[in-house]
C-alpha cells in the first residue's frame, strides 16, 4: 500500500500544500494581460451602463420606435408613454431605473454567470490572478459560503433572462416602424443583430446546457432534447465570446439610439 501525506489545514479538500518553491510564479509570459484587459473592459462597460441607466433620458426614438435594451421594458412613471409597452407601474424617481423590473435579474445573470465568475474572480480579486501564479489571498473558502454561496442562483437567473431575450426580441419587432407605417433603417440591423446576439449568449448558457441534456441515461430516448444539447453545446464553446460580443452589441445598440435620440445624426433608412 502507499501512504499518502496528511492533508494540509486550510485547504479544501484536504489537498497537498504546493511544493516550495521562493519565486511567485515561474510564469515567464504575460500572464497579467488578461485580468488587466478585463479590468478595463468590465471597468469601462460597467460605468457607460450606470451612467446611461441614471441619464433617464435619449432612449427612445420617436420616429423610428427604437428603444434602447437598457430602457426595457421602460416600467416607471417618467417613461415617454410610447416607450411603455408594459405599462408605468413604478413610481418615476431618479433613483429608480427605468427598467427597474428587468435590470436586476440581467446583473444577477451576467454576475453569476460562469464566465464572468471566472474572469472577475482572476481580474478583480486575484484569486488566482492566472493558471500557476498564486492567489492574491490568504485564505480560500470557494463558493461554500455567503455570500459566493448566491452564485448557484444562476440556473433560476437564466430562465428571467429567457423572458427578458423574449421582451428585446418584441421591442425589435415594433421598430419596424416609420411615421408611414412599416419602415427599415440601420438601427433595426442594429437592434436585430444585438437580440440575435443576446439569445445565442443566453443559449450558451451552461444551465441551459444541463436543462437541454443533463440527468438523461440514454440519449437514444430522448431524441429532442439530444438535438436541443447538441446545438447548445456548439454554441456553449463559444460562451466567452458571446459573453463579450453581447456587452458591445448591447452598447452599441444603447449608443446608436441615444445618438439618433440625440438628434447628433440622422437614423439610415432604407425603408421610409
Ligand atoms: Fe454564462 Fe449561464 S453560464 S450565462
Redesign the pocket.
Known amino acids: 500500500t502507499t501512504r499518502s501525506a496528511p492533508p494540509m489545514a486550510g485547504l479544501p479538500g484536504g489537498a497537498r500544500s504546493r511544493a516550495a518553491i521562493a519565486a511567485k510564479t515561474l510564469r515567464t509570459d504575460r500572464w497579467w494581460f488578461a485580468p488587466l484587459i478585463t479590468v478595463v473592459g468590465l471597468g469601462a462597460w460597467i460605468t457607460y451602463a450606470t451612467v446611461r441607466v441614471f441619464m433617464h433620458d435619449f432612449y427612445w426614438v420617436e420616429e423610428y420606435h427604437y428603444l434602447t435594451p437598457f430602457y426595457s421594458p421602460c416600467v416607471t412613471e417618467s417613461c415617454i408613454p410610447e416607450a411603455a409597452h408594459f405599462g408605468r407601474i413604478l413610481p418615476g424617481w431618479w433613483i429608480i431605473p427605468d427598467a427597474a423590473l428587468t435590470l436586476p435579474f440581467l446583473l444577477l445573470?451576467?454576475l453569476t454567470?460562469?464566465?464572468?465568475r471566472k474572469a472577475y474572480y482572476r481580474s478583480f480579486w486575484l484569486s488566482p490572478p492566472a493558471c500557476a501564479v498564486p492567489d492574491g489571498h490568504k485564505t480560500y473558502s470557494g463558493e461554500t459560503r455567503f455570500p459566493l454561496v448566491g452564485q448557484n442562483l444562476?440556473r433560476y437567473a437564466?430562465y428571467a433572462?429567457m423572458i427578458i431575450s423574449l421582451i428585446n426580441t418584441w421591442d425589435a419587432i415594433l421598430a419596424f416602424h416609420s411615421p408611414e407605417g412599416f419602415g427599415f433603417g440601420l438601427g433595426n440591423l442594429i437592434l436585430l443583430g444585438n437580440v440575435v446576439m443576446l439569445w445565442a449568449?443566453?443559449l450558451?448558457?451552461?444551465?441551459?446546457r444541463h436543462i437541454a441534456g443533463g440527468r438523461l441515461k440514454h440519449f437514444s430516448k430522448h431524441p429532442v432534447r439530444y438535438r436541443f444539447w447538441t446545438v447548445v453545446s456548439k454554441l456553449n464553446v463559444r460562451?466567452m465570446q458571446l459573453?463579450w460580443i453581447t456587452l458591445g452589441t448591447l452598447a452599441l445598440t444603447d449608443f446608436y439610439v441615444m445618438a439618433l435620440s440625440a438628434d447628433w445624426f440622422n437614423d439610415l433608412r432604407f425603408i421610409n
Not at 454567470?113 to 464572468?116: F, L, Q, V
Not at 450558451?204 to 441551459?208: E, L, M, P, V, W
Open positions: 445573470f451576467r454567470c460562469y464566465y464572468y444562476h437564466f433572462a449568449y443566453t450558451s448558457c451552461h444551465s441551459c460562451h459573453a
